[in-house]
């Protein structure tokens, strides 16, 4: 599906300021989408929405339907009723740009069950008809989730798998008595479910006021700890004790000499075929009443998968094993109709890969800062672009811009010299401001859609990567400070935007 000429943002909501640790759904929010809207963009793209677990990556959440409960605005409870200001403000003070998310999940578990306990003693008529209005709507995801969430919780957090086997295999009579005795938390979990869309519904209506389409990331594995595959193990390619027989990654590329071994199990691709592929068409109906477009993070396992054997220590020795995208994406267009997706197109793509995106028509993706490295047919170059795609200065795996280039000039490898050296010839630059630079070559391309990280737009340096792959530990916590959304900053951006016809 074509999508008219257009440019946006890319910011993961954690990354927004607020006085409480982590980015919200509440007025920093807002104040982010009218800086959208008066710099004449029309696209918010953000990360995975869903609750996170492992290394709080948004890419290894604990559900593919459910929300991220620590986006949740406590201020926005208190103008419905459920928290009192007093309730904010006994909290430590938190770090301006970075999340601490230990000391924030505390914070906001303790707001949160505050809320639940409040709205279950007011009895408030019409809150109440709401709640089972969401829940009577996202029954087909809620009812195990919210289980699956009370039952980790009384496990310490601990992954599924390792629960007893009654639990862990789902045994009809254990599940019934872990429902009666957690009935109280499972009516709480799906509760903060309610508050996330209410807040993120209200956010998406506002973007629609603006004009704003908002680009969603839609992993194409799940994590393993995980909902999904707890209540839907037959969908997986699992062992009797239901632990993966392979994982999935991808081969050494340029992330890493060793591949990258992202360890979540590999569908039944047999099993989902034989269900019309019903899992992946209520998850792709559920991404579209959160989004406008959706991202295929991993676009080329449609087409063939990296399997590594299950306990491998790295990713090297895998293979690559044929996945029927084909017919999955017949079934979504026949059931769904014709979507709007982006196909996330880079590493290691095949003919068949290429085919499968074009076939569809998906736009495909293209990244400025791997134009320079090879020769004029990179087809990362501006000049080799088709118009149905969307070029980024760079995405949340790779680092900013200003980040990027510094190292290019500190490098003196031939290299990183020569792709220096083509950068700034290319783009007719001294490289003062290469972000803006970069950020005009996006913008001037024919492709269709051009997406900027906020991060470049700020001129922020290697202080504000988003993630690293391949590695643990400081990664997805970055913030931006408040009072960095200028009117001169949106002036610049909007003039370019104007320049090239994407308003």
């Not at 928290?83 to 914070?107: C, G, I, M, N, Q």
């Not at 599924?160 to 009579?173: C, F, K, M, V």
């Not at 499972?186 to 508050?195: D, G």
């Not at 190292?407 to 020569?418: G, H, I, S, V």
Request: hydrophobic share 40%; aromatic share 12%.
């Amino acid at each position: 599906m074509r999508l008219p000429r257009a440019s946006g943002v890319l910011l993961h909501p954690v990354s927004l300021p607020g006085e409480f640790g982590i980015g919200e759904l509440g007025d920093e929010a807002t104040e982010f989408i009218e800086f959208l809207a008066a710099s004449g963009q029309h696209l918010w793209q953000v990360l995975p929405l869903g609750p996170t677990g492992y290394g709080e990556s948004p890419y290894q959440g604990l559900s593919s339907f459910a929300g991220n409960t620590l986006l949740i605005s406590p201020r926005r409870l208190v103008s419905m009723g459920l928290l009192s200001d007093a309730d904010l403000a006994a909290h430590e003070t938190f770090p301006a740009e970075r999340v601490a998310y230990e000391s924030v999940k505390k914070f906001k578990a303790t707001l949160l069950h505050k809320a639940y306990e409040n709205f279950a003693r007011t009895g408030d008529a019409q809150l109440l008809m709401s709640f089972q209005e969401f829940c009577g709507r996202a029954a087909l995801w809620l009812e195990d989730y919210a289980l699956y969430r009370a039952l980790k919780n009384a496990h310490g957090e601990q992954s599924w798998y390792d629960w007893e086997p009654e639990l862990a295999l789902r045994e009809p009579q254990a599940l019934e008595r872990a429902r009666a005795e957690l009935r109280e938390e499972i009516n709480a979990q799906k509760f903060y479910q309610y508050l996330f869309f209410r807040q993120w519904h209200a956010v998406r209506a506002l973007c629609r006021e603006r004009g704003i389409k908002i680009i969603g990331d839609l992993p194409i594995f799940v994590a393993h700890d995980s909902a999904d595959v707890w209540a839907n193990p037959q969908l997986f390619k699992l062992d009797e004790a239901r632990r993966p027989v392979v994982v999935a990654g991808v081969p050494p590329d340029y992330f890493s000499r060793t591949g990258q071994l992202w360890g979540n199990p590999i569908y039944d691709w047999e099993r989902l075929r034989a269900e019309g592929f019903r899992w992946w068409i209520e998850r792709i109906r559920a991404m579209f009443e959160l989004y406008d477009i959706v991202r295929l993070d991993h676009f080329r396992g449609f087409a063939a998968a990296w399997e590594v054997p299950s306990g491998a220590p790295t990713a090297e020795h895998g293979q690559w094993v044929h996945a029927p995208g084909r017919e999955l994406f017949n079934a979504l267009r026949q059931a769904l109709g014709e979507l709007p997706l982006i196909a996330e197109d880079l590493g290691v793509i095949t003919p068949d890969v290429e085919a499968l995106r074009d076939d569809f028509g998906f736009q495909g993706m293209r990244i400025l800062q791997f134009a320079f490295g090879s020769d004029t047919q990179n087809p990362h170059l501006p000049h080799r672009y088709v118009n149905n795609a969307v070029v980024y200065t760079g995405t949340h795996d790779n680092d900013t811009t200003r980040a990027w280039f510094k190292e290019l000039t500190k490098n003196k490898e031939d290299y990183a010299q020569r792709t220096r050296d083509y950068c700034l010839r290319y783009l007719g630059t001294k490289g003062r401001e290469i972000h803006w630079d970069m950020i005009r070559a996006a913008l001037s391309s024919v492709a269709d859609t051009a997406i900027t990280p906020l991060q470049d737009i700020l001129g922020l340096g290697a202080e504000a990567r988003m993630n690293l792959p391949s590695t643990k530990g400081d990664n997805w916590n970055w913030r931006f400070r408040e009072g960095l959304l200028t009117a001169q900053l949106s002036e610049r951006l909007r003039e370019l935007t104007e320049t090239y016809g994407r308003t």
